[in-house]
């Protein structure tokens, strides 16, 4: 047994001293803080520290589940993060399939900055930009609307346009940023194959569906992974900022987080807030935990771990 | 690659998707120019405009007003982002490399390790006690540097990536008797420079964006990063406007004519300027044709 | 799978290592700490309060002058430097000490006290209130120290408020902020342009309640497109008096009964419902970020203020036109006015008595608080009489209302000579409520609180800016709030309170 994993030790050791830095950088960091979670189940007391304070078991779990608007706000979460993931997997995907036809360098890269230029954005600014669109007052969406004779919409009292507004916002800042990993993945392709392809007479459609799509899987099937770990985690910028907290949207665009946010604002409970933290990273975990098993079923190579 | 198929009249659909896509992206960045060199009453009384009714450049000279705090800040964020640029990209590709070795006996349990990071973290005030009571990082570059370095989601990206090298490449590399660490400097890198381009990229423009750090961490103006800096501004203009309002009383000094809107606007433009230019050098990697057929042949 | 499995038990068991390792080790080296810093807590109000306090000016020269740290919700202002240098010289020589201002950015004074504080940082003296760092919070999670009995060795300090104010900075019992002597306080009002009440002859003072003031804005609406009547809406004014415990529970001091407070409010709602159907606020009264340049730009008629001496002055200069002004409540001492603006000694503080002794001499010193507040005269003002000075651009200046006495301060161009004492005729004639005393403890309802926060965050810009039907909002947030834990909240106060009131007689 010993001897075994030594020799397994001699023969990996340097691929081992390859992930040193970062499993040691973890360690550090993401680790050793790591016991810091424990204040979910403590009273927090400043002058008692994290250790020192109360043990109050599950308590601070209760503003969360006992919510009178705990269905809205999981339904809200986990609907939107799942238009999010799929949304934008189909946008970038596309994206890059349509980039990697083009030749024309100039033009390539031009596309390519346009697209990639909302990443740079904050979500407090976006959401001004969008109010400088849809606000009721001075917002040019409505001047548009009223030029060509439809009477002005008031954008932040219509909750069902919200559906929308959000998911188009979101593909909106992120297509350019997924677009260029699947880019890179295509760039990747040893283009032999797709020189095979041509020869034995292929069309472009059966390229795409017999060769750049399936080289895609593995990235697909990896960030698809990672972001179901978040699903019940929202980008709060989008959700709280992009809507002006307009407080008659909120049907459709409070989520978890922005709970979180409204009731603690004025308490700034440590405990509480931990504990709905830890909430959503525990379902994320085994809902990865299971979506990684049903993978590893169909091809193992593509799971996680 | 042949220059005549530039203008193939096959492609036109494709041109037409992407200039109307582009269109979608151009138009909110040209608003942000315009508004920021819109006279702030003209904003509240005709609304915002494309083209700006008076150009205005009280909102620059506002943030320029005292220009050394910012041209300071541009060189702290300079240092940062490409200081922590290539130390993570270094550290998360090897990683990233061992873990996609079909052959690593650890590769399972690593990957675990690493993961189980992306979703359970400690809540910020451990976080906080580690780095300025254990480790004493307070107002050093470290700090700027460190909580970005080694992301997680980063090493499955680039994992996934070096999954697609063909296996015989290593295997005639090992044969050959070349050690590991000489494999991947010598191979696998220059192999794979457009998903090194890639997270260099994201990864430069996560530094160049942070600011959290800045207010977590340090104290002193001189290590201000330029996102952070502007933050600060900005919510000292909102902080004068709201006592104004509220009628908590505003010590005179305080401008009364400080533009609000088309400040924030400038600060935007004065921040993502610099990465404008810097992203066609990353795109200069995004290049067709390197791939193992080159390497060997 | 077998894989995944066993490299998980590895992973757990590593973890349980790990934790246990960290667990023992951080135990072993904050315990100690803790208990230090506890003892010193209880203790300072014990022993210390035994020391003999240094009369000003008497302290031996060979002692090191003690080093303080104060936090301030500000940032650096211009000449910082030679300021702080200048009023050292002043501390020292009365109290043998130094002191250091932590600048902190406004947008971040919340986020960046609460890792002070959690990390145990030692610090002396920080700025707190009912709004930013909150001062009730803080004090219950144990990050201040009790100053009762430390209060009794400064005479001038305890002397320089009354008794009812101290007992509003009371937190179970105990005093652990010194409020800043300012306007106390409270009075409601609304502002009016003053070329648009000309120009349609509006009589401010025949407006004697909420509905009075309907005619008033149907006028500006009808005469005036594009400029909104009313900023927002005002519900609560010319309404009775209650005094406000925790969510919407207030107390009725006349039955001492805990109240509702929306139930009590309906006839403002329906009317604000009204004024908003029939467009008196600005379309996006709710959403609506940047309203200063709404302001400034003449699109707003009026707009809710608080009332205090030299406002309408105050008004002119940020907002560039004249203004009238509508009371439209009582002038009322309460908790949320006392606790505006506070400033406390930390639990970790070494020196608390040096700590509290500054307090006092900023509060008594009138040098000392304006060197503070204006910066040096010469460089940043220039003064123009005796009590009177004229800032100079782009210099030194800080609020005073956060750290000092402004009955002390120095008047500035546009206030009036006696400003403060019209101040201090404002403070004394007002009414104190008779439950300033009165502090809810949370602690048994916390998660329901949490809860009804966030539901009234939902419901409430509704109602006051008329949004939606008032009767169907206000059923809807009723059966929400019930389900959140309505009836045990306010249950859980009036027996505190019941308790409380026991206690006083």
Request: glycine fraction near 6%; charge should be neutral; include cysteine.
């Amino acid at each position: 047994m010993l001897s075994r994993m030594m020799k397994d030790f001699r023969k990996n050791k340097f691929l081992l001293a390859l992930t040193l830095p970062m499993v040691i950088y973890v360690f550090v960091f993401s680790y050793t803080p790591m016991f810091g979670a424990i204040v979910a189940f403590k009273r927090y007391q400043y002058n008692k520290g994290i250790l020192g304070s109360d043990w109050v078991g599950l308590s601070n779990f209760k503003f969360l589940f006992n919510s009178p608007d705990l269905w809205r706000l999981v339904r809200n979460t986990l609907g939107y993060n799942a238009v999010f993931i799929m949304t934008s997997l189909v946008a970038s995907v596309t994206v890059a399939l349509l980039l990697y036809e083009l030749t024309s360098r100039k033009l390539l890269k031009a596309y390519q900055s346009v697209m990639f230029f909302p990443h740079f954005l904050s979500w407090v600014v976006v959401a001004y930009m969008a109010y400088a669109f849809l606000n009721p007052r001075s917002g040019m969406l409505n001047h548009w609307i009223a030029d060509i004779g439809w009477s002005p919409v008031d954008w932040y009292n219509e909750a069902t346009a919200w559906m929308y507004i959000l998911p188009l916002a979101n593909i909106w800042k992120d297509i350019g940023f997924g677009a260029i990993m699947y880019y890179a993945a295509l760039l990747g392709i040893d283009p032999a194959y797709f020189e095979a392809a041509k020869i034995d007479g292929a069309n472009k459609w059966q390229i795409v569906r017999k060769i750049s799509l399936p080289s895609l899987y593995p990235l697909i099937t990896i960030l698809t992974i990672l972001a179901i770990g978040h699903i019940f985690s929202a980008d709060f910028g989008l959700f709280y900022q992009l809507p002006m907290n307009s407080p008659t949207l909120l049907a459709t665009t409070d989520v978890i987080d922005t709970y979180i946010f409204r009731a603690l604002t004025v308490l700034g409970n440590i405990g509480m807030s931990s504990a709905a933290g830890l909430t959503k990273s525990l379902l994320g975990f085994l809902l990865v935990l299971g979506v990684n098993a049903v993978v590893k079923k169909i091809n193992a190579d593509n799971s996680l771990f | 690659m042949k220059r005549t198929a530039d203008y193939s009249w096959s492609k036109l659909p494709i041109h037409l998707f992407f200039i109307a896509i582009s269109v979608v992206f151009i138009v909110p960045l040209w608003s942000i120019i315009s508004i920021s060199l819109s006279k702030e009453s003209d904003l509240v009384t005709v609304g915002y405009r494309l083209i700006p009714l008076n150009l205005d450049f009280q909102a620059y000279q506002y943030i320029f007003d005292n220009p050394l705090p910012i041209l300071n800040a541009y060189k702290v964020t300079s240092i940062m982002s490409f200081a922590g640029t290539c130390l993570s990209v270094l550290m998360i590709s090897m990683c990233a490399y061992a873990l996609s070795r079909s052959d690593f006996k650890y590769r399972s349990i690593i990957t675990f390790y690493l993961f189980f990071t992306t979703l359970f973290s400690g809540g910020l005030v451990p976080y906080y006690l580690l780095m300025t009571k254990v480790l004493h990082l307070q107002n050093s570059y470290a700090a700027l540097i460190i909580p970005l370095l080694g992301s997680v989601w980063f090493v499955f990206l680039m994992r996934t990536f070096f999954q697609q090298l063909p296996d015989s490449l290593v295997e005639s590399a090992t044969l050959d008797g070349a050690g590991e660490l000489r494999i991947y400097f010598t191979m696998i890198v220059p192999l794979s420079t457009p998903v090194m381009a890639t997270v260099g990229l994201l990864q430069l423009l996560a530094y160049w964006n942070s600011w959290y750090q800045a207010l977590l961490f340090i104290d002193k103006q001189e290590l201000y990063p330029l996102q952070y800096l502007l933050q600060v501004m900005m919510s000292n203009i909102q902080e004068i406007l709201r006592n104004m309002q509220e009628n908590v009383p505003v010590d005179a000094g305080a401008a009364v004519q400080i533009p609000t809107e088309s400040t924030r606007m400038a600060m935007c433009i004065l921040a993502i300027g610099p990465m404008l230019f810097i992203f066609p050098f990353f795109q200069k990697y995004f290049a067709k044709g390197l791939t193992v057929g080159s390497v060997k042949g | 799978m077998t894989k995944m499995k066993r490299s998980m038990t590895v992973m757990l068991a590593l973890f349980m290592v790990v934790g246990l390792l960290l667990t023992g080790c951080s135990g072993k080296k904050e315990e100690p700490k803790n208990e230090a810093s506890q003892a010193d807590a209880t203790q300072s109000n014990e022993t210390k309060s035994n020391e003999p306090v240094t009369e000003e000016g008497s302290n031996t020269p060979t002692e090191e002058p003690v080093k303080l740290t104060w936090y301030v919700y500000s940032a650096e202002p211009k000449n910082a430097a030679a300021v702080l240098q200048k009023a050292n010289e002043i501390i020292q020589e009365k109290i043998n000490a130094t002191l250091e201002f932590k600048y902190v950015n406004p947008g971040d004074y919340n986020a960046k006290m609460q890792l002070a504080m959690s990390s145990g940082e030692e610090y002396d003296i920080a700025f707190t209130a009912s709004w930013v760092n909150s001062y009730s919070e803080n004090a219950n999670k144990g990050a201040y120290l009790a100053l009762d009995d430390l209060l009794e060795k400064f005479p001038d300090l305890k002397g320089m408020l009354k008794e009812e104010i101290w007992d509003g900075a009371r937190i179970n019992g105990k005093i652990y902020g010194v409020p800043n002597n300012q306007i106390m306080a409270d009075q409601p009002g609304v502002w009016l342009k003053k070329d648009l009440v000309d120009k349609y002859q509006i009589d401010p003072g025949s407006i004697k309640s909420l509905t009075d003031f309907t005619s008033v804005f149907q006028k500006i609406k009808d005469g005036e497109p594009g400029v909104s009547a009313i900023r927002f809406g005002i519900a609560s004014a010319f309404a009775d008096y209650y005094s406000s415990v925790v969510d919407l529970f207030a107390i009725d001091t006349k039955t001492w009964k805990v109240v509702y407070t929306p139930d009590q409010y309906t006839d403002g709602y329906k009317l604000t419902r009204e004024w908003y159907e029939k467009g008196f606020f600005p379309q996006d009264v709710a959403t609506l970020k940047d309203e200063a340049s709404l302001i400034k730009a003449g699109k707003v008629f009026s707009r809710y203020s608080r009332q205090k001496p030299g406002n309408e002055a105050a008004l002119k200069a940020t907002n560039g036109f004249d203004v009238v002004s509508v009371v439209t409540g009582p002038a009322v001492i309460n908790k949320g006015a006392v606790t505006s603006t506070l400033n406390a000694i930390s639990a970790t503080s070494k020196h608390p008595d040096k700590a509290l002794e500054l307090i006092n001499l900023v509060d008594t010193n009138k040098e000392l608080f304006n060197l503070l507040k204006f910066g040096i005269e010469g460089q940043d003002y220039t003064k123009v009489s005796d009590n009177r000075i004229e800032p100079k651009p782009d210099s030194y200046a800080m609020a005073g209302w956060m750290f000092g006495n402004e009955f002390n301060s120095y008047v500035l161009p546009g206030q009036d000579d006696n400003v403060w004492d019209q101040t201090k005729v404002l403070n004394d004639s007002a009414m104190i409520d008779p439950a300033i005393g009165f502090v809810f403890d949370r602690t048994p309802v916390e998660n329901e609180i949490a809860q009804l926060t966030a539901i009234n965050a939902e419901y409430l810009p509704v109602l006051s800016n008329g949004l939606e039907d008032v009767d169907k909002t206000l059923s809807a947030l009723l059966e929400k709030r019930k389900a959140a834990g309505h009836d045990k909240v306010l249950a859980e106060v009036q027996k505190q309170l019941d308790a409380w009131r026991a206690a006083q007689q």
